[in-house]
């Protein structure tokens, strides 16, 4: 899963306007707990991964990403006392002691579960259409060091995966049993550790370390950018104010309670459509 | 198949057998929860449930009564209506029927008549009190961990009236007790109250343990001279007043190897029987312990100004 440039309003945006983009999302992620408003950005991810050509790539994320959230929810369950209304009594277990699970804990875990999903998604949604070196070029201005230890890193996933997968074929044309994961994993890492001195020799050598802030690249916003980043701005205001201006109370202790009024239902339809909406202009987008 | 079903039934069977099972399963009646601070010096709130539902544990019965935050999963008491411990030494204790529970309050069952007492105090002395007579007549009416215990009580020869009056007032709430002579034991699942002089009370393992200070008893007094004085201690465990002739003390303890252990003791007879006449619910209500003088009660510990 790794960035390449596709015919989509999010592609067409500038990365600061793209990057802006998901971490709104991202941030609503974090601070909305009621279960109907993540679920709203869960599906507003996935909505905007279709919009931006991505959904086949974040498909397979999210199919690694509901076991653990699963997860999540199923531990959250099991580990935490709180919570008034018993669904399961399982009596005394090794190591957990008295337990008993409770229906605010499995909601709770639930919702925790959906914001680590939505996280996911997020950041695979970042991945896949936000430019590395354009986010980059963007943050050398600030710190060009960290800008370009991120980038690198971002960078070596991809690498990773890529060398695994070259590994796994070439040793498949071997004869005997087919190498374990855990050999392949090995070799690949030893790789990549080999690539990345490769990588700092050739920083050194060229003279990485002594870089200057460079000039400030101005280019004239285009409409994407102007969408996703009035978009970004409103998807983190609407997140502020549906999680603390009471428009949709979710308490999960010691009782549930969810509570949806008129002014919450119509925030998270408007963050929903808010998400949705640089993706409807699809003017200027080549296919 | 025959074999299969075989199986689904012994493995629910065991799964029942165990305390598994959906739902909460069947309730309890009767449970009251008071919350204090300060060694019970000032109540905070108190609530009682006619009906409980059931795998009600000390924790969610307190969660249903008052605005509780708790950390670690829920474990442990973190602030009850907004009181938290403002001091690395104040924190959240829990007593059911006047007996400090081994556990949890999220693993501790509530039966039947439990009486919850929480109480935030200090606990610089001793972060352990084995035992509070502030729930009378618990544990005697309804015993500890939802199993009534037999009651023993042990008189000192010289103090017959008094030992009346304590065995009639057990006998008043139902508590059927039996007597006998001082240090003859009467192992470990039993509630035994021993009434006498601190002489005569005297090397016995209790006793020890009281002298010994809160560290080793978690009863905030200890006497003095023989015998002659009370010394009453504040919650950092120094001396804070010290009574004389004519004092009594209702407290509790527990040596772990005899259950809880009353004492109905004073620094004389008349001691001894002020104690006993201060053995009644209203009188030793959300008190760890009770000292008497002169017809007036005083709390122990003693707090700042008392």
Request: hydrophobic share 50%.
């Amino acid at each position: 899963m790794s960035y390449r440039k596709r015919a989509s309003p999010l592609h067409a945006a500038r990365a600061g306007a793209a990057w802006s983009y998901c971490l709104a999302l991202g941030f609503a992620a974090l601070i909305l707990d009621n279960p109907v408003a993540l679920g709203a950005l869960t599906a507003a991810l996935l909505l905007a991964a279709a919009g931006a050509r991505v959904w086949r790539e974040l498909r397979r994320a999210l199919v690694l990403a509901a076991p653990l959230a699963l997860m999540i929810a199923f531990v959250n369950a099991l580990v935490t006392r709180d919570g008034l209304t018993v669904i399961v009594r399982l009596g005394d277990l090794p190591v957990l002691g008295h337990t008993d699970i409770t229906l605010e804990a499995t909601a709770y875990g639930g919702v925790l579960g959906l914001r680590a999903l939505a996280l996911i998604l997020c950041g695979g949604l970042y991945t896949l259409a936000v430019d590395p070196d354009e986010v980059l070029r963007l943050f050398r201005r600030v710190s060009f060091h960290s800008a370009l230890t991120a980038t690198l890193a971002t960078r070596m996933v991809p690498v990773l995966l890529r060398d695994s997968k070259r590994l796994g074929e070439a040793q498949r044309c071997r004869p005997g049993t087919p190498p374990s994961r855990a050999a392949l994993m090995r070799a690949a890492t030893a790789g990549v550790l080999d690539r990345a001195l490769d990588v700092a020799a050739a920083l050194e050598v060229r003279g990485y370390g002594a870089a200057r802030r460079p000039p400030r690249a101005r280019a004239p916003w285009s409409r994407h950018d102007l969408a996703f980043a009035a978009c970004a701005v409103t998807i983190a205001v609407l997140a502020v104010v549906i999680r603390f201006g009471a428009l949709a109370p979710f308490h999960a202790y010691p009782a549930l309670a969810l509570e949806l009024r008129p002014g919450g239902a119509a925030a998270i339809a408007a963050l929903l459509a808010c998400a949705l909406a640089p993706f409807a202009d699809r003017r200027g987008i080549q296919a | 198949m025959g074999r299969r079903i075989r199986t689904a039934l012994a493995v629910a069977s065991a799964a029942a057998v165990s305390g598994c099972g959906l739902g909460a399963g069947s309730g309890t009646s009767n449970v009251s929860v008071t919350v204090t601070r300060g060694f019970g010096a000032a109540q905070l709130g108190a609530a009682s449930e006619a009906r409980v539902p059931g795998s009600e544990t000390v924790m969610r019965m307190l969660e249903r009564s008052f605005k509780v935050q708790t950390r670690y999963g829920g474990g442990f008491v973190e602030s009850i209506a907004g009181q938290a411990g403002s001091s690395p030494h104040l924190d959240w204790f829990y007593y059911v029927n006047g007996v400090q529970a081994p556990q949890g309050a999220a693993s501790t069952a509530v039966h039947g008549g439990d009486r919850i007492w929480w109480d935030l105090h200090d606990w610089s002395a001793t972060a352990s009190v084995p035992a509070v007579v502030g729930s009378f007549p618990e544990p005697f009416v309804h015993g500890v961990g939802g199993r009534r215990l037999p009651t023993v009580l042990e008189c000192g020869s010289d103090v017959a009236l008094a030992c009346k009056r304590v065995s009639g007032e057990l006998a008043r709430t139902g508590v059927p007790v039996s007597t006998q002579e001082f240090g003859v034991g009467s192992g470990n699942q039993t509630l035994t109250v021993l009434v006498g002089t601190w002489s005569t009370l005297h090397g016995t393992i209790v006793s020890q343990l009281v002298q010994a200070g809160p560290s080793a008893s978690g009863v905030y007094a200890r006497f003095t001279g023989g015998g002659r004085g009370l010394a009453l201690l504040d919650p950092k465990g120094q001396v804070a007043r010290t009574l004389g002739a004519g004092a009594g003390l209702v407290a509790a303890t527990d040596d772990r190897n005899a259950g809880p252990t009353w004492l109905i003791t004073g620094t004389d007879p008349d001691g001894v029987a002020a104690a006993a006449a201060a053995l009644q619910a209203a009188r030793l209500r959300d008190h760890f312990a009770l000292a008497v003088e002169g017809g007036g009660d005083l709390p122990v510990p003693v707090q700042a100004g008392q």
